[in-house]
């Protein structure tokens, strides 16, 4: 760089503090209803709500009353059931979250039915396939769900399921029943007497439910992650040898358990048991069809409690017929509930529960803990360990990197009222200089906060952790990210952040650097973001309140000049900072201002005949 920028702090004023949230509306979520200036400053990471009401909160499903409690503490909780499309698409523009089970489409229609304010969705339970994840992130809305509460009990329930299936259980159970309704038809006494032993016998059918063991059978766990693992575990305890396919778990988690990793064709091909525990997605998506099941074992018997939809149910209803499956046990469907008239479920080798795999008092109070917790604390603003649709930054590096998202956004607000109008901006580089390890620092909210800035000043979206790389996207612009591995203690996640906007005209020239990018650049002092450099001039200004901008050819009384205007103007200053390439050259002074100066206070700072280009920056 040529500049040799010295750089001098002149004067400092205690920060701005910033805005308070207690002023704020409810009703009106602040990004729609805050003044632009006000909006940025109340802004936290994620989610930004007034704090002297009450959110709201739909329950659209039955959620267990230790969850419901946590919630009421917080918000305003509205248990409405069973509502229909239109009606969920009605009442949520008036809420803040929506907590659901599997039971709710939360369709694309329902967030653009919010108008903005629905900023989180609770899924309460481990499957997200009902949630419209792409129109959540498109519209800033958090998802969170509940992974892992109810782990056990759809692990027992498959279990259960596969204990059930060997032995006929629900098929003996429905025949003996079936037979005693068929008694009621009788009203003769003695009529009834000679019938039910006729009858009975007829329906005590122990040579046709002769079961199958399970000890030392072959059983495919098909998924291995959290419920899969268990059920691994507990058929391993019943004697089975468990296999198991899934494409994404670690080798030595499976051997731990005594379990092997195999392919899809060879779990398929040797499996006497498949139980099913992958989520739904474009690749499980009846990943179970004739051509697969042609290359099962004949008399294989299959359990799923993962999602209907992994099975292609018309192929199974043949592969029964044709005997390639001996059983099928399933608790979920691919449409819920299922048709009366289903074949599937009317066939007499298959045995089905209502999706009840979550469904234990334990697993349902900690479901509605676990959530309430979740949504409770992304409407604090706190980012959520169970985001579904936005990174999981733990709470410690959260913690650590608090200044830092400031300092990002800072960086791309200013740096993106540095463009002239007229300039697209379209690709802008983020450098961070750490004397960390690549591996441990996690850049994602950064990078994140660079975008909210960048976008935020020039645009009506609202911008947050989960939308930024879509709206970035969406917008055309090109994030891309540099490290600068730098010498030294790696105590600080960071020194320096800097944002770089190519391919631009600038309204204040002096902010192009050498690359010809418009070039900010800040550091964390004292917990407290400092712009440090602008172009190629070295500055130090507090980024609180807001800037201004000045070049000039460096001469003494400048400041004492430019100070008066503002103090005249009642304008309190709050840092002033001269970054200059040589004593009597051109310099750059930085200075922090509380409040916008007026047009002619302005005016009146850039007709100094020493000043050749000036920019007012709102932070
Ligand atoms: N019936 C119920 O009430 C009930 C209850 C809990 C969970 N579930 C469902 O069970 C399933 C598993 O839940 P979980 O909590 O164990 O989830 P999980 O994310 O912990 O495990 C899913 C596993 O599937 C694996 N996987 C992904 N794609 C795969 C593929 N193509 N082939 C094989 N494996 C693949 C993943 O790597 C992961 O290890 C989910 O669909 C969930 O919705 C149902
Ligand atoms: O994905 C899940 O968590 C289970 O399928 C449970 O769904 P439920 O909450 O509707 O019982």
Known sequence: ????????????????????????????????????????????????????????????????????????????????????????????????????????KVSREVFESSGGRLKVVGRAGVGIDNVDLGAATEHGCLVVNAPTANTVAAAEHGIALLTAMARNVAQADASIKAGRLFLLCYVVDFIVQVHENVIDAGKWQR????????????????????????????????????????????????????????SFDEAI???????????????????????????????????NVARGGVIDEDALVRALDAGIVAQAALDVFTVEPPPKDSKLIQHENVTVTPHLGASTMEAQEGVAIEIAEAVVGALRG?????????????????????????????LG???????????????????????????????RLLRA?????????????????????FTAKQRGVRISEERVILDGSPESPLESIQVQIANVESKFASAISESGDITVEGKVKDGVPHLTKVGAFEVDVSLEGNIILCRQVDQPGMIGTVGSILGEENVNVSFMSVGRIAPRKQAVMAIGVDEQPSKSALKRIGDIPAIEEFVFLAL
């Open 207 to 262: 040579n046709k439910y002769v079961g199958v063991s399970l000890v030392g059978k072959t059983l495919a766990v098909m998924g291995f992650g959290k419920v899969g693992t268990e059920v691994a575990r507990r058929a391993k305890g019943l004697g089975m040898h468990v296999i198991a396919h899934d494409p994404y778990a670690p080798a030595d988690r499976a051997h731990a358990i005594g379990v092997d990793l195999v």
């Open 1 to 104: 760089m040529a500049a040799s920028a010295s750089s001098s702090l002149i004067s400092s004023r205690s920060p701005l503090k910033l805005t308070s949230l207690s002023s704020l509306s409810w009703k009106f979520p602040v990004s729609v209803s805050l003044p632009r200036h006000q909006r940025r400053r109340a802004s936290q990471v994620f989610i930004v709500l007034s704090m002297d009401a009450k959110p709201t909160v739909l329950v659209a499903e039955k959620l267990g009353e230790a969850g419901l409690d946590l919630l009421k503490d917080y918000a305003n909780v509205d248990c409405s059931y069973n509502l229909s499309p239109e009606e969920l698409c009605t009442k949520i523009s008036l809420c803040d979250a929506l907590i659901v089970r599997s039971g709710t």
């Open 269 to 303: 091909a040797t499996a006497d048991f498949l139980s099913l525990h992958m989520p739904l997605t474009p690749a499980t998506s009846k990943i179970l069809n004739d051509e697969n099941f042609a290359k099962m074992k004949k008399g294989v018997r299959i359990v």
């Open 382 to 410: 706190e980012l959520a360990a169970t985001a579904v649709n936005a990174p999981m930054v733990p709470a410690e590096v959260l913690a650590e990197l608090k200044p830092y998202v400031t300092l990002s956004e800072k």
């Open 449 to 469: 906060m660079v975008t909210k800035g960048l976008i935020e000043p020039i645009s009506s979206v609202f911008v947050n952790l989960v939308n930024a790389d």
């Open 413 to 443: 607000r200013l740096a993106v009222q540095l463009v002239a109008g007229g300039s697209g901006v379209k690709s802008v580089k983020v450098t961070y200089a750490s004397a960390r390890a690549p591996d441990d620092l996690d850049t």
